[in-house]
């Protein structure tokens, strides 16, 4: 999947798996249109566009235009983390603040959060089959606590073995 395709699906709330799988069937809201509203909500953040600038562009209403918006900044900070193990983190992260905002309450949303989490570990699977790596590499980083420092060069990846 091209960047524009891996932003489209967090922005519209696909899983990096079921988007892939609307490609290359001619599916024209996969291949063309999603993509290219990523573009638009990309150069929009760029220049500064107002709201109503994204609403009369993507022929949305003003709404819509502020969600897509800040999903836009929500998928950035996940495509563009800076290894697959913080993506994760912090696709993770968004899902329960999400549902801590929805109401974290009872049972039901427990088990959406759920899955929620087992949907971030599929993008996060997908990834790594992307980029032929293996989910044991970043161990360290999924394994990060909040507070705690490491000594340089904890983080570094290991050599792949021959």
Same mark, same amino acid.
């Given at each position: 999947? =091209?960047?524009?395709?891996?932003?489209?699906?967090?922005?519209?709330?696909?899983? &990096?798996? %079921?988007?892939?799988?609307?490609?290359?069937?001619? %599916?024209?809201?996969?291949?063309?249109?999603?993509?290219?509203?990523?573009? =638009?909500? !990309?150069?929009? *953040?760029? @220049?500064?566009?107002? =709201? #109503?600038?994204? *609403? @009369?562009?993507?022929?949305?209403?003003?709404? @819509?235009?502020?969600?897509?918006?800040? *999903?836009?900044?929500?998928?950035?900070?996940?495509?563009?983390?800076? $290894?697959? +193990?913080?993506?994760?983190? $912090?696709?993770?992260?968004? #899902?329960?603040?999400? +549902?801590?905002?929805?109401?974290?309450?009872?049972? /039901? #949303?427990?088990? +959406?959060?759920?899955?929620?989490?087992?949907?971030?570990?599929?993008?996060?699977?997908?990834?790594?089959?992307?980029?032929?790596?293996?989910? #044991?590499?970043?161990?360290?980083?999924?394994?990060? /606590?909040?507070?705690? !420092?490491?000594? @340089?060069?904890? &983080?570094?990846?290991?050599? !792949? +073995?021959?």
């Amino acid at each position: 999947m =091209t960047i524009e395709q891996l932003l489209a699906a967090e922005i519209y709330g696909y899983s &990096f798996a %079921n988007y892939d799988d609307h490609l290359g069937i001619g %599916n024209i809201r996969y291949e063309k249109l999603m993509p290219e509203a990523a573009k =638009t909500l !990309e150069r929009a *953040a760029k @220049e500064g566009w107002p =709201t #109503s600038r994204i *609403a @009369e562009v993507l022929k949305v209403d003003i709404d @819509e235009a502020q969600e897509l918006s800040a *999903a836009l900044d929500r998928a950035r900070q996940v495509v563009d983390a800076e $290894n697959p +193990a913080e993506m994760f983190r $912090n696709a993770v992260r968004f #899902s329960i603040q999400d +549902a801590v905002r929805e109401g974290l309450q009872d049972a /039901e #949303s427990i088990e +959406a959060l759920v899955t929620q989490i087992c949907y971030r570990a599929a993008d996060l699977a997908y990834v790594l089959h992307m980029r032929s790596e293996t989910l #044991s590499r970043y161990s360290r980083h999924l394994r990060k /606590e909040a507070g705690v !420092e490491y000594h @340089e060069g904890y &983080f570094d990846e290991p050599e !792949e +073995a021959d």
